[in-house]
């Protein structure tokens, strides 16, 4: 089993949608949890960021962590065709500069 | 803005032929990390500076070297760079955290390897 397990998608919707994107994991170590956005050719950028099991709000994007399950959620609201992308989740355990173990990403296409 | 930055952007180079990749950043962080991300994969940590003290993950080859001379700048050297080596090469940094905590990495644009 890999230790961050994510669906690759294709991952098509019609701008306004609520996209849900999600990741589970293996390890419970694991005490940080972000959600990254890559743009083809460009390199991942930091969108959410949290610590341990909740949510987080940020405009239209929500994070949501539930350490017992050990599954993550990022949620879209009014999906933009700007949210196309590739979404990665990644998680770390606790320790500084310990490595980030990213999700192969899910790929999302929002038309308009 | 405050950034990490990577140059180049696309580096060509032949089979076998040693080559060099650079990250600078603004953001005064005392972490730097490199990964390799390859089409439709996540990246994979390569290795990471915490100050000066380097840090190899276990499974990165010996064909691949770093080197850090300042706070702000960090190479990526791959001396005997054969196919599979073609990917985009990734830099990120973060902030120490306070006690037992794990800082967010911020990326540069990352610089893609082309091997002929």
């Known amino acids: 089993q890999k230790e961050v397990e994510q669906d690759p998608g294709p991952l098509s919707v019609p701008e306004g949608a609520i996209v849900s994107l999600n990741c589970t994991y293996s390890n419970s170590a694991f005490q940080y949890f972000m959600w990254y956005r890559q743009y083809s050719r460009k390199g991942p950028e930091l969108l959410m960021y949290?610590?341990?099991?909740g949510n987080k709000e940020d405009g239209r994007f929500t994070a949501q962590v539930d350490k017992s399950s050990k599954y993550i959620s990022l949620f879209i609201r009014d999906s933009q065709p700007s949210d196309s992308a590739t979404y990665l989740c990644a998680m770390s355990a606790p320790q500084a500069g310990t490595a980030l173990i990213f999700g192969k990403g899910t790929t999302l296409s929002v038309s308009s | 803005d405050a950034m990490v930055i990577q140059n180049p952007r696309y580096q060509v180079t032949q089979f076998g032929k040693p080559v060099t990749l650079s990250c600078s950043q603004t953001?005064?962080?005392?972490?730097m990390y490199w990964y390799q991300q390859k089409s439709s994969q996540a990246p994979k940590l390569l290795f990471h500076?915490?100050?000066?003290?380097?840090?190899n993950e276990a499974d990165t080859p010996d064909n691949f070297q770093s080197r850090r001379p300042n706070t702000s700048f960090c190479f990526l050297d791959i001396r005997s760079p054969g196919l599979g080596d073609a990917a985009m090469y990734l830099c990120a940094t973060s902030r120490e955290g306070t006690g037992n905590s794990n800082q967010p990495q911020h990326f540069g644009d990352g610089t893609r390897l082309s091997i002929l």
């Open positions: 953001l005064n962080h005392n972490v």
């Open positions: 949290t610590y341990s099991s």
């Open positions: 500076y915490y100050d000066k003290d380097f840090n």
